[in-house]
């Protein structure tokens, strides 16, 4: 069955804490992206990564941090230093990183900060 | 920069009544331009993109939206709602790399 897995799907964390969020893909897509949704705001796009081994900033990036090690896997931590994490966190894929593909979003991890 | 702006927050129509969404876009080439939409809690989903021919798309459960250029517009519309239809809908605008820009979003809300 193929899809996008987000896990937990919510998450509690204390301040000072960092958490990390799973994101896991058997799609076979080379592009992941992980957008950060407030009430309100829309999505904004955090970190991205074309490929395995690379990832880029997206525009909210401070107090976030990405690895791609895997194609399948593009796991997001969430710092102390991110002053205000509460949020519901989304994983997209795309099949490559062109502009005329759509992007697959995972089912989302809420996550909140005690 | 791509940016894009949905000029509705919250729309509230009838169940039968017909709906449009607005969007508006800024991206200095041809656009990649998607809506999409989410139900509480959930993922987006795609209902329906465009990159070049037609400027009138047609998408998933019965909607529509059309491209135009001289407006740098990309309205979503259905002729006839049905109260499933209620949820969050996003448009967005995509770059050659792949990095996508999304509106705020606009709520639907479907009257009985």
């Known amino acids: 069955d193929g899809g996008i897995t987000q896990s937990p799907k919510y998450l509690f964390r204390k301040e000072g804490q960092n958490v990390t969020l799973s994101c896991e893909q058997n799609?076979?897509?080379?592009?992941m992206y992980w957008y950060r949704q407030d009430p309100g705001q829309g999505l904004r796009l955090i970190y991205y990564?074309?490929?395995?081994?690379?990832?880029q900033k997206g525009d909210i990036a401070e107090g976030y941090s990405v690895s791609r090690e895997k194609k399948e896997s593009f796991p997001l931590t969430v710092t102390s230093a991110q002053k205000n994490p509460t949020a519901f966190y989304l994983c997209?894929?795309?099949?490559?990183?062109?502009?005329?593909?759509?992007?697959?979003f995972g089912p989302g991890t809420r996550l909140t900060v005690l | 920069a791509q940016s894009v702006t949905q000029p509705d927050i919250h729309i509230t129509v009838s169940e039968g009544a017909s709906l449009e969404l607005r969007c508006n876009y800024s991206?200095?080439?041809?656009?990649?331009l998607f809506w999409y939409v989410q139900s509480p809690g959930q993922g987006l989903q795609l209902l329906l993109k465009?990159?070049?021919?037609?400027?009138l798309v047609q998408g998933i459960k019965g909607f529509e939206a059309e491209f135009k250029r001289s407006q740098s517009s990309f309205n979503l519309r259905k002729p006839s709602v049905h109260w499933s239809d209620a949820a969050e809908y996003f448009c967005?605008?995509?770059?050659?790399?792949?990095?996508?820009?999304f509106g705020d979003g606009t709520t639907l809300t479907v009257k009985p």
């Open positions: 991206y200095g080439a041809t656009p990649y």
């Open positions: 465009y990159f070049s021919g037609d400027t």
């Open positions: 799609l076979n897509h080379d592009a």
């Open positions: 967005a605008v995509t770059a050659n790399a792949g990095k996508s820009t």
């Open positions: 997209a894929t795309m099949p490559q990183g062109h502009g005329y593909n759509e992007q697959f």
């Open positions: 990564s074309q490929i395995v081994n690379d990832f």
